[in-house]
Each structure stands twice: as C-alpha cells, then as structure tokens.
C-alpha cells in the first residue's frame, strides 16, 4: 500500500526522517506519521483538518467537487432510487441487498420497533419541558441497561444485533421524546408501515384517532433519513469511534455521539436555521443579519452555510431543496414567510463576495429545517431527527472498527502551560 514517501527534515535533528504515503482507492494521499513519536515529534493538527484519523471504506466525500459516495454510489442516484432501510444495509455491509436480503432486513428491523416497556417508566424523570435531545442522550445511553444479551463487542452477532435495534429503536424513542413534551400516550409502532409512516404514525397519531400518511410526507422524511445517514468522520462519528475505542458498550458510544450532534456548528444547524429566520422576522431585516455575519467582531454566523469539507454545494442541500418544494407544493404554503425569508437568504449569500470568496454555501440543515417545519415536526425535534438519522452512520463506522485489528484513540497535545515547579503555599 506504501508505495510513495515523504521526507521530512526538522531544524535540530540530523536525519531525514522518511514516512510512508498510502494512497486509497479515491481521495487524497495519506502520510503516516506514527514513527514520529519514537523521534521525539508530535503532528499539531487544531480541529483535525488535515487527519485521517483511520481508514474506512464506508463513506466517500470530494468537498471541492461537491461529491458524497456511500459504498462508491452517489447521494443523489441512492436518494432517486433507494431508500432508507436499503441504504442502512449499503453502509452495514458495503453493497446494496438483493430483494430478498433486503426483506429479511427490513423484516428483522420490525422485529426490534418496541422497546422494553420497563423504558417508558424511565421519560417521567424528565421535566415535560426537557429539550428532546436531552431525554435522547440518557435514553440511548441506558439502553444498554436493558439489553444485555448483545454487548459482546467481540462478537460480530451482537454487534449485528445492537445495529438492528439501534436502527429500529431510535424512531420509537425519538417519537416517545415528542410525545412526552406534549402530555400525548406514547404511540407503539406499527409494523405493518414503512419505516417514515411508522415514524409519522408514532409522532403524530393517538388513541383516538389513526394518522393518514400523506405519502408525500412520507417519502420526504424518509429522503431526510437517508441524507442524514452517513457522512464520513464528522464530530459526532469521530466521537462514537473514540468512545468505541475505550471498549465501551455500543448504546453508550452512540450517546456520545448524539452528545456531540447536538451543538449548533453540527447536528443542532437544522434547529439554529430555524431560530434564525425566526429571529430575522422580515425580509427587510436580512440586510443587517448578513452585516452581523461578514463582521469578524461579531460571533453571529448564517446557520445552515458554510461546511468543513464542502467548498462547494452541498450535494444533499440539493436534493433537499427540490424536496423542499414538493413539501410545500403539496400542502400549498410556498407563500410562507419563513420560507421567503429563507430563499432571499439563501439567494444574497450566493451573490455576496463574502460568501463566495469563503465558499459558504447552504448547507443540508438549511433546508431540512423548513421541510420539518412544514411537516408539523417542533423545531427543538429538528436534531432528534438528525440523530435517528444518523445512527446508522454511528453504528456502521463502530463495526467497522471493531471488525479491525485497533487501538484506543489517545491524541496528544502541544503543552504550553508551567513547566515544573515547586508546590508553595499561596
Ligand atoms: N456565516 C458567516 N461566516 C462564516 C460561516 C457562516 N455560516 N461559516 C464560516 N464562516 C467564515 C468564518 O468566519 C471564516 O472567516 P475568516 O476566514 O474571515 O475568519 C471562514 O468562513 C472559514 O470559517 P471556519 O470557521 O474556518 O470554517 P470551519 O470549516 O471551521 O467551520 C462550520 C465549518 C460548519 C462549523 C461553519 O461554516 C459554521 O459554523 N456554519 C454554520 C453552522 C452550520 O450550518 N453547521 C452545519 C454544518 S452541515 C451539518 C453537519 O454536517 O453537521
């Protein structure tokens, strides 16, 4: 695999130190710079931008191209012709199912919708006005106090089990959150329905009356599921990988990972979008929120712009935005205040030499805000979406590396503190 090198010469140390170059099967080279810690050396790398933390054959992404593969297919080809469950099985397993893998998978994840009815017990801790992602975290993070029967994480059943569960569990809890907050019974899951009406079902049905899935809407929050699904080593995914090298249980690494969604710079952008074009309330406003972000002295910055890999469009924002009008063609708001807001934004910040000159394009959560909203999802569920979403990305990347030979992750650091001293009294 090294079939190139680098050298590398340091002021002070005689030698050139030669490190080997890996190429993979697309993408930028990688140097590997582990022998530079029996030279005295450490990388510095803030903010991993220049890291390969691992390597992985999951998810591909040409940030300047504006390219994301999920085993080698293309967003927009798998949001056209797939759907959710067929692409949780992509990233499990590295290929598409047949017709009749895919049965059995969807047939398996039906089997693990309800959770242990012990669980339900556990929301009423929470204040009814908890943010969501709260009650997620502690409930994700507790299954594993529920199933013990799969946390073998040297196991490939049971690691294959805590997928299947995490995959089936995460829209009965995430709809269990919203139910909770707004005093509603907990709906059970309906295996009869997709996945998405299943999940429109639990958050919006009751008692006393049944949900008719509206199969626009359907088809829309399964589109959203499935762009969420994976994204190559972003925060929260770095996280799971890191609490997944400890050893940990696989229930608590994906708390981890929801813990690190939840922040506005990542999975909490849909739910700042939102509260933003709140906040901006007209379009005559627009002007003095996009001053507010170009000014370096203030903190304010446009939510739902901007990327770390993306120096170019987004290729989910795209299929999102035409998902965006279908919403709001088929339930005739397209006149919606927020959404003229939205598009006036969206269509300044393409024409600013600010934005263009950083790059800073709409991102995913730009649009998967407003077609929340327009479903009737609350704002502060936008990231609880986000994170059912998202689990599979977390829980693929976590088999991965335990199917591996691997390490526990410990980075180090540039120490600039006290160098030893002696302890006086003060
Ligand atoms: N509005 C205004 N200016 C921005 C923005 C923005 N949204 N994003 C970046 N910039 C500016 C930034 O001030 C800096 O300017 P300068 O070079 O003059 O100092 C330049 O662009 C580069 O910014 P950066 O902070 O080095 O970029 P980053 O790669 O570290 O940050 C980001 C990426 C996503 C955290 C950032 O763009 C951001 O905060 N965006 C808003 C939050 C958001 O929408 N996040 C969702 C990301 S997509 C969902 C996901 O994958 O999680």
């Known amino acids: 695999m090294a079939d190139k090198k680098a050298r590398l010469t340091v002021d002070g140390l005689e030698e050139v130190i030669e490190l080997p170059v890996y190429t993979g099967t697309t993408g930028p080279d990688v140097v590997d710079v582990r022998a530079l810690t029996s030279k005295g050396l450490f990388t510095y790398d803030p ?10 054959s999951i998810t591909y992404i040409d940030g300047t191209k504006g390219v994301l593969l999920h085993g080698g297919y293309p967003i927009e080809q798998l949001a056209e012709n797939s759907d959710y469950l067929e692409v949780c099985f992509l990233l499990l397993n590295g290929e598409l199912p047949t017709p009749e893998q895919k049965e059995v998978f969807v047939k398996t994840v039906k089997n693990h919708t309800m959770v242990h009815e012990q669980m ?28 013990h029967d799969s946390l073998d994480i040297d196991d ?58 509206n199969p626009v809407l359907a ?7 499935l762009l969420h699904a994976d994204h190559e080593q972003n925060a929260s995914t ?71 890999v993306y120096r170019n469009f987004d290729p989910r924002a795209k299929v999102m935005k035409q998902t965006c ?56 569920m936008f990231t609880v979406i986000f994170a059912l979403s998202r689990t599979i990305g977390w829980i693929s990347h976590w088999s991965e590396f335990h199917s591996s030979p691997n390490k526990i992750g410990r980075p180090r650091q540039l120490y600039t503190g006290p160098t030893k001293r002696d302890y006086e009294k003060k």
């Open 120 to 147: 339900t017990h556990f929301f009423n801790g929470f204040r009814r006005d908890a943010h969501p992602m709260a009650i997620m975290v502690a409930v994700v993070g507790a299954l594993s106090a529920f199933y």
């Open 219 to 225: 088809k829309a929050m399964d589109r959203i599921f």
């Open 325 to 380: 009008d279908e919403v709001l063609a088929e339930l005739g708001i397209e006149n919606d205040p927020l959404l003229k807001i939205a598009k006036r934004l969206e269509q300044i910040a393409l024409e600013d030499d600010y934005f263009i000159q950083r790059k800073l394009y709409p991102n995913v959560d730009f649009y998967s805000g407003i077609i929340l909203k327009a479903i009737g999802i609350p704002t502060n």
């Open 47 to 56: 903010g991993f931008v220049s890291t390969a933390a691992c390597e992985s």
């Open 156 to 213: 490939a059943h049971h690691r294959e089990v805590c997928a299947f569960r995490l995959i089936a569990k995460m829209p009965t809890i995430a709809a269990m959150c919203y139910k909770y907050s707004i005093g509603q019974p907990f709906q059970y899951p309906r295996n009869e329905l997709d996945y998405a009406d299943n999940f429109l079902q639990m958050m919006f049905g009751n008692p006393c009356q049944d949900y008719v899935t």
């Open 238 to 308: 770095s996280t799971v990988r890191l609490a997944g090298s400890s050893g940990a249980n696989p229930f608590a690494c994906i708390a981890s990972g929801i813990a690190a969604l939840w922040g506005p710079a990542h999975g909490g952008a849909n739910e700042a979008v939102l509260t933003m074009l709140q906040e901006i309330g007209d379009e005559s406003n627009i002007d003095e929120f996009i001053k507010r972000a170009k000014d370096p002295e203030d903190s304010f910055r446009l939510m739902g712009f901007g990327h770390r």
